[in-house]
């Protein structure tokens, strides 16, 4: 599948992922190669973390529409709270 080809629910096979960022936020994605993925993110975008999970699943379009929708969320270190980011 091409770089910016569409992914449809259904037939995705791949991994649903949780990155730690440097800079305490969290990162929630979907890929077929999550660590890629967490490379191409520092790379392209300058975001260094770490890869805390990664789920493989039949259709990772489906899950990952499962999870928060937005991506970068803050969990603060006292509280069970979450703070959104780019709302």
């Not at 970068?72 to 959104?84: E, K």
Request: aromatic residues 10%.
């Amino acid at each position: 599948m091409g770089k910016y080809n569409k992914q449809a629910p259904g037939d995705t096979p791949g991994y649903v992922y949780l990155l730690h960022c440097e800079n305490g936020l969290y990162k929630v994605g979907r890929s077929a190669w999550p660590e890629t993925r967490v490379t191409e993110l520092r790379h392209q975008n300058g975001i260094r973390g770490t890869l805390l999970w990664k789920l493989q699943c039949a259709d990772m379009v489906t899950t990952r529409a499962f999870l928060p929708r937005p991506f970068l969320i803050s969990i603060p270190r006292r509280t069970s709270r979450l703070t959104v980011a780019g709302l």
